[in-house]
């Protein structure tokens, strides 16, 4: 049986004792950041939510990616607080700046990342595919911050990757002010900018297997430590086809969420941006996309 097999099995996981690695949870990544009902996978409707109502979120777009028609937008040039759908560009850098077996020392500054993050200790090392798989299963702002300093030298210079990928890829609505989506005035983006960056980033192969990960385990290579990953999207598993890809949320973004999903010979990108009831939106406008000839 494998490790990770294993701690599926084992029931609730409590923090290591000071002799013994045993896999650490943290109860706030673990915890329901939603404030929505439990999740309907089948509409009612045959349309969407959105069709219903302009209010189910700031930026919509619905793309059906086989034929590449747009089925469903509202809002989708208007520049929003991406909040964590930011570390799609974050990794998307990474892959191609970095190599995953490089060795990454932890900082201060990363170990310090606020909101939503592992707790990973200053010193402690991790090799950069680790780190990876945390900040886009858990959308761990220490990794994210710990991997961009190894990658730019510097959280600012990588930074400027990030916006230098942005405009070779013509996303004219897109700037980036930090590497992990906190809100700032100079950090924004669009539904349509931010679906053309997951197009992208789905074409690397590494990036399309980590966001469909619903579980993960991860451990520095110089201390006897064990980090549980669980995915943030609550659609894998639960939604059939879905294949991620990135959840996000601060005070000035609300709830985001990018999905990706495959389905009867279809495949469906959808973009939501400050979403009301996050995931029956989601599931909503899933339905009503697959149900489109």
């Known amino acids: 049986m494998s490790a990770l097999a294993a701690l599926m099995a084992a029931g609730p996981l409590a923090f290591p004792a000071p002799t013994v690695a045993q896999p650490i949870v943290n109860r706030a ?39 590449g028609r747009t089925l469903y937008e509202y809002g989708s040039d208007r520049r929003l607080s991406p909040a964590s759908l930011t570390k799609i560009m974050s990794a998307l850098v990474i892959l191609e700046s970095g190599r995953q077996e490089d060795l990454v020392t932890v900082s201060r ?43 730019g030298g510097s959280e600012e210079r990588f930074v400027a990757l990030m916006n230098a990928k942005a405009a070779a890829l013509g996303l004219a609505d897109t700037h980036f ?8 005035p100079e950090h924004y983006a669009t539904a349509a900018d931010l679906a053309k960056l997951s197009e992208v980033a789905l074409q690397d192969p590494v990036f399309r297997s980590l966001v469909r990960e619903e579980l993960q385990l991860i451990s520095p290579v110089n201390a006897n ?27 000035r ?18 973009v939501l941006l400050h979403a009301n009831r996050r995931w029956n939106t989601a599931a909503s406008l899933i339905n009503y996309g697959l149900q489109q000839r």
């Open 29 to 67: 990544l673990l915890a329901d950041q939603d404030d929505d009902a439990p999740l309907a996978l089948r509409s009612r409707s045959r349309q969407p939510q959105a069709l219903r109502s302009q209010h189910s979120a700031h930026g919509i777009l619905l793309k059906d990616l086989t034929t």
């Open 109 to 151: 500054t990363a170990a310090a990342a606020p909101k939503t993050h592992l707790r990973l200790r200053p010193g402690h090392v991790y090799h950069l595919g680790d780190l990876l798989k945390a900040m886009l299963i858990t959308s761990a702002n220490d990794a994210c911050l710990a991997a961009a300093e190894h990658v």
């Open 177 to 184: 002010s930090n590497a992990c989506g906190f809100d700032a």
């Open 225 to 251: 430590r064990t980090y549980l990953l669980k995915n943030t999207n609550r659609l894998l598993g639960k939604f059939p086809g879905v294949e991620g890809v990135k959840t996000g949320f601060t005070s």
């Open 253 to 270: 973004a609300g709830r985001c969420l990018i999905a990706k999903v495959s389905q009867d010979g279809k495949e469906l990108l959808l």
